[in-house]
């Protein structure tokens, strides 16, 4: 059974701090990972999509990297700033196209 | 404006009065699915829908059914609603269920059943 699991539950940085997100997966047969960003009130929204033949994608001050065999994969946010504040959720896809959430990373930037 | 809607946004609601969770989406999606968030658990799938008329049940179908007469429209139904139900649930929708695309996902409607 897939579980996925992120690393660190909470996390709190001065501005302009460039910051690292975990997340691990046990199967590597994965279809694709997606990072989600989640805002109280508001739906999650998707940040990158890295295929399973990739190693990883970028947008903007995001980069997010993907080691299949490992079953690793990391969001790096560079520059931070206070309206990054928000919880970070990775999901890996199998078959059927479901996703497999983590429980996310609550990430507050202090001005 | 591409988007997945769903509606209502909050509801609360008391045990065993059935009640309907829409969710539409603009963008001819084949895929949508529905997923439940509770806190120490992440989210959830319930259902899926691959097309128009297949749906299949996700991780915690148990309470719940869906339809998919339109290719736009996914709703959730709570039959018997009960208190463990109680949860904040989102609809998502993606052009195929081939595992390649973005998934999008709706606001959110958050259930309170008493």
């Known amino acids: 059974k897939q579980e996925v699991t992120q690393i660190p539950a909470a996390l709190s940085v001065p501005e302009g701090e460039n910051l690292v997100l975990n997340c691990s997966f046990t199967?590597?047969?994965?279809?694709?990972l997606q990072w989600f960003r989640q805002d109280p009130g508001k739906g999650l929204t998707s940040l990158l999509l890295?295929?399973?033949?990739?190693r990883e994608q970028t947008s903007g001050r995001l980069n997010a990297s993907l080691d299949k065999s490992s079953g690793r994969s990391t969001l790096y946010i560079a520059a931070s700033q206070p309206g990054d504040s928000a919880t970070y959720l990775c999901a890996v896809s199998g078959a059927t196209n479901k996703l497999i959430f983590g429980t996310g990373t609550l990430l507050a930037v202090q001005p | 404006e591409a988007q997945v809607t769903q509606n209502p946004r909050y509801l609360i609601t008391v045990t065993g009065k059935k009640l309907t969770v829409t969710c539409s989406q603009n963008?001819?999606?084949?895929?949508m699915s529905w997923y439940r968030q509770d806190p120490g658990l992440g989210l959830r799938q319930i259902y899926y829908?691959?097309?128009?008329?297949?749906?299949d049940k996700g991780d915690v179908p148990e309470g719940y059914k869906v339809s998919r007469k339109e290719k736009r429209n996914f709703p959730l139904i709570l039959e018997s609603p009960s208190p463990n139900q109680t949860s904040l649930y989102f609809c998502?929708?993606?052009?195929?269920?081939?595992?390649?695309?973005?998934?999008?996902f709706g606001a959110g409607t958050r259930l309170s059943v008493l």
């Open positions: 998502a929708s993606s052009p195929s269920w081939t595992g390649m695309n973005i998934q999008y």
């Open positions: 829908s691959m097309n128009v008329e297949v749906t």
């Open positions: 963008m001819n999606h084949e895929y």
């Open positions: 890295i295929q399973s033949s990739q």
């Open positions: 199967d590597s047969a994965i279809y694709n």
